[in-house]
């Protein structure tokens, strides 16, 4: 369903129960970057009020993620962590030229934005699935559940605002892309590294 070129390795689960402090500080702020982009796509793309709404809507959800997150550190008898760099976000990005009209520059955010859903949906799923710890399963599971909608969402608009068949070749071009990034990583205790 995701359309993700590479599974990513059933080991990273092993890395996540060993450090499941540092897992959910990663994972609140990938919540706020979230957030975050939802807003900036209303600030830079104001024309666009369906897509505007979807993103009011989005930006509310993914804050209530983040305090869903935030409440778990809490009850850990943590504190949120800062905020690391994102290794996979920051080579995905370097896949579209820069510039290009409005339009293709919203396609392109749309579909980094779709991909980040896929492969979050993809590691909630196998963290719902192979976590000893049953309570944060159940958590993933439900978080899983919302981010494959935020993935469809986004990849439909890409495709409304786009040449259909033109956003196709992208995006399986940047399945692709994303496939290699994957090869050297699942690695660290971050939810897309």
Known sequence: MLGLKLPTDPRWVNIVEKNIDEILTDHAYCEQKAAST?????????????????????SREEMGHFKMVHDRII???????????????????????????RTTQLVHRLL????????????F???????????????????MVSEASHYTMFLKFARQYGDREEVDKKWQNLLEYEAEIMKNLSKSESIHG
Not at 125 to 142: C, I, M, P, Q, V
Request: hydrophobic share 40%.
């Open 125 to 143: 799923r196998l963290l719902s699935e192979e976590l000893e710890d049953k309570d944060l399963a159940e958590f993933y599971h439900k978080l």
């Open 38 to 58: 939802a807003i900036s796509l209303i600030v830079s793309f104001p024309e666009y009020t369906d897509l505007i709404e979807e993103m009011i809507a989005l």
């Open 75 to 101: 009850a850990r008898g943590q504190k949120l962590g800062r905020d690391r760099k994102d290794e996979y976000v920051l080579q995905l990005v370097k896949f579209f030229p820069k510039g290009g009209s």
């Open 112 to 123: 980094y934005a779709a991909l980040i859903e896929a492969r979050s949906c993809e590691r």
